[in-house]
């Protein structure tokens, strides 16, 4: 029996030297492909990614494109058309890889409504910049005409900024099931999954702009697929404590306390490495297999070689 595993992919990951063209991002998830064409010869595999730079030009388009008679899609409406773009680019990075091989690949992008709780604190606090950078005066001037929440972000100008509700469920779970036990790679939850939520009285389900953490989303996924490992794939090959200080030191393997040990004490940043580090942790402590590290280390990570491994 091959064991399953999630993999969160990050959404700069297609983007490491600034790649903007769709042709130069699908260069970047070649690479990606080989390696998902490797592990699945030992592995059940899905995989979760990543939707920042993508989205944000997709919102940047749809802003400056609009008029009267085509406005603007809503923001869960991007996060469905970046899950097809980035799905179709890692698809065909996954299949090209297989055909190199003399192999044929069973692949498929699953389009993924991701529910929130529409009573989440977050959604009276949204705090996730998204989109392009505006003057205060032109963020201000915006957020009046369209109903914007708008803030400064880090000295780089003011942006628009959206809830981040965690995730309850999957909507295609049972599907995504199937799939991987009939051999399938399944690429799923792209982007955090497109926020929706249950009405109360029908259960119908509704879209609902916001921004669900990829990470989070992914573990969700490896919960209810029941996974026996999930991996944040990153830009570091582990987690640091004191990261960038002469005090600096790696985190190999450790147990899920530890981490809530080193939270207590203010050692992740939010916007960086504190959601990864959530989001394996968690899943240890539901008895799975936690994994951050990089892309280059990623496979010796899964032999227990390298990387950070959470615990129970």
Request: glycine content about 12%; overall charge positive; aromatic content about 8%.
């Given at each position: 029996m091959k064991k399953r595993i999630v993999l969160a992919l990050g959404g700069n990951a297609l983007q490491k030297n600034g790649e903007s063209t769709a042709e130069a991002q699908k260069k970047v998830a070649e690479s990606v492909g080989e390696i998902v064409a490797e592990l699945a010869?030992?592995?059940?595999?899905?995989?979760?990614?990543?939707?920042?730079?993508?989205?944000?030009?997709?919102?940047i388009h749809e802003e400056n494109a609009a008029t009267e008679k085509a406005p603007a899609m809503p923001l869960e409406t991007a996060v469905a058309m970046s899950q097809g773009q980035i799905g179709y680019w890692l698809s065909q990075a996954i299949n090209n890889a297989f055909i190199a091989r003399g192999k044929n690949a069973k692949v498929v992008t699953v389009v993924s409504q991701v529910v929130v709780d529409k009573e989440d604190p977050a959604f009276k606090n949204p705090s996730k910049p998204i989109g392009q950078f505006y003057t205060e005066a032109e963020a201000k001037k915006i957020a009046k005409e369209r109903n914007w929440t708008v803030k400064e972000d880090a000295g780089r100008g003011w942006r628009r900024v959206v809830p981040s509700p965690k995730p309850v469920d999957i909507v295609e779970k049972n599907s995504i099931i199937e799939m991987v036990e009939d051999g399938i790679i399944v690429i799923a939850a792209g982007g955090g999954g497109i926020p929706v939520y249950r009405t109360k009285v029908l259960k119908r389900l509704k879209g609902i702009d916001a921004v669900i953490d990829k990470d989070f989303a992914a573990e969700k996924l490896a919960e209810l697929t029941k996974a026996d490992v999930f991996v944040s794939v990153t830009a570091v090959p582990n987690?640091?404590?004191?990261?960038?200080?002469?005090?600096?030191?790696?985190?190999?393997?450790?147990?899920?306390?530890?981490?809530?040990?080193?939270?207590?004490?203010?050692?992740?940043?939010?916007?960086?490495?504190?959601?990864?580090?959530?989001?394996?942790?968690?899943?240890?402590?539901?008895?799975?297999?936690?994994?951050?590290?990089?892309?280059?280390?990623?496979?010796?990570?899964?032999?227990?070689?390298?990387?950070?491994?959470?615990?129970?």
């Open positions: 010869q030992k592995y059940e595999v899905i995989l979760a990614h990543g939707n920042g730079p993508q989205v944000g030009n997709i919102l987690v640091f404590i004191n990261y960038g200080l002469p005090t600096q030191e790696k985190l190999e393997t450790v147990k899920a306390k530890e981490i809530d040990n080193y939270k207590k004490y203010g050692y992740f940043k939010a916007g960086s490495m504190l959601p990864k580090v959530e989001a394996a942790s968690e899943f240890a402590r539901r008895g799975g297999i936690g994994i951050i590290t990089d892309i280059d280390n990623l496979k010796d990570a899964l032999d227990g070689k390298a990387g950070t491994i959470i615990i129970k």
